[in-house]
Structure formats: structure tokens, C-alpha cells
């Protein structure tokens, strides 16, 4: 499977299929941009496997280097899988989701029928 285009809720969405190149700098977003830009999305929908281990340890620094990429290029980065057991093992992490899903520069679901969700009207 390949990343694709898809209308979801009247929202152009690039879904990002589960296997491909790990997120794990800044750069690594470069051609989902391009691809997103190409097919007219403002969102791009993430798998959790995607991205590199180090993401979800906010230390590392990867999510932010990566978030700003997207929102450099008014792209809204989702985060789709379950991401239950890292937050349960930081609070800050726990914190930072939180405050993520209640903007619109990033969100983290559980899956694609969460986003159809937040996306609906």
C-alpha cells in the first residue's frame, strides 16, 4: 500500500500507509509534504509505526522538529495509533497530547474512525 489521498468528512486527508521511511528528523517529512501538497490534503494522517522510536520521548526533540515542519507548511500532521503506553509512563507526554488534541496544529487518534470523527462538521 502506498500514502494516498482521501476525502474524509470534506477534508483532503494524505493517509500515510503503514509501512514506509520512518519520521525521524524534520527532513523525513519533506516528501509527505510534497506529496500532501501535490493532492490538494491539509491534514496528513500518520501511522504510529511511521514515526522513529525516539518520537514520543519529548526529549529527543523529534516531535517538535517534525510538528513545525508540517505547520510550516499549514499541513496539520495526525498522529493515528494508540499511544496508551507511553502516556501512561509520562505525564508530560500525557500533558502535551492533550493540549495537542485540543488545537489544530496536531492530533493524536486512536484511528482512522477517530479522525472521520474529529473531522466531521
Known amino acids: 500500500m502506498t500514502d494516498l489521498p482521501q476525502d474524509i468528512q470534506g477534508t483532503r486527508v494524505l493517509v500515510c500507509a503503514a509501512q514506509g521511511p520512518l519520521l525521524t528528523g ?3 517529512a519533506v516528501p509527505l509534504i510534497g506529496l500532501a501538497w501535490e493532492h ?3 491534514v496528513v494522517a500518520i501511522p504510529l ?3 522513529a522510536p525516539g518520537f514520543l ?3 529527543t526533540g523529534q516531535a517538535g522538529a517534525i510538528i513545525q515542519k508540517f505547520a510550516n507548511y499549514q499541513l496539520r ?3 493515528v495509533g494508540d499511544v ?3 502516556t501512561a509512563d509520562s505525564g508530560a507526554l500525557r500533558d502535551f497530547i492533550y493540549e ?3 488545537g489544530q496544529v496536531v492530533w493524536f487518534v486512536d484511528d482512522l474512525a477517530a479522525l472521520e470523527r474529529r473531522l466531521a462538521p
Open 84 to 86: 496508551s503506553a507511553w
Open 100 to 102: 495537542a488534541n485540543r
Open 26 to 28: 524534520d527532513q523525513d
Open 57 to 59: 520521548t519529548l526529549a
Open 49 to 51: 509505526g511511521r514515526l
Open 40 to 42: 490538494g490534503a491539509r
Open 77 to 79: 500532521p495526525v498522529i
